[in-house]
């Protein structure tokens, strides 16, 4: 617990920034027009492919014994690809409904 204190202690600026972040993206997200929403959405979610580059250099760099690193990355590129084949298949869907019926 002493530790988890010290670490607190010690990224408290870090921490402070990440949650000014969560609802800095809950307010813009909040207030884009639902028309609107799809699309930047499905753009954004396929900017997520920087993650997944990010998650294998970390990945690449880190020590073999570094485990927290290790599993860290490796869900970050887990999520960072569902991600991004999240967002490609709403912009198909997306695009689908532009097409032409037959």
Avoid: C
């Amino acid at each position: 617990m002493h530790n988890l204190l010290n670490w607190v202690s010690a990224n408290q600026q870090i921490i402070y920034i990440v949650i000014l972040m969560i609802f800095v993206g809950i307010e813009v997200i909040g207030r884009v027009p639902s028309v609107l929403h799809t699309p930047l959405m499905s753009g954004a979610n396929a900017i997520h492919g920087v993650v997944i580059i990010g998650a294998i250099i970390v990945m690449g760099k880190a020590e073999p014994d570094n485990y927290l690193a290790l599993v860290l990355g490796f869900l970050a590129v887990i999520v960072g690809t569902l991600n991004v084949v999240g967002g490609f298949v709403v912009t198909d869907r997306m695009l689908e409904m532009f097409r032409k019926k037959k």
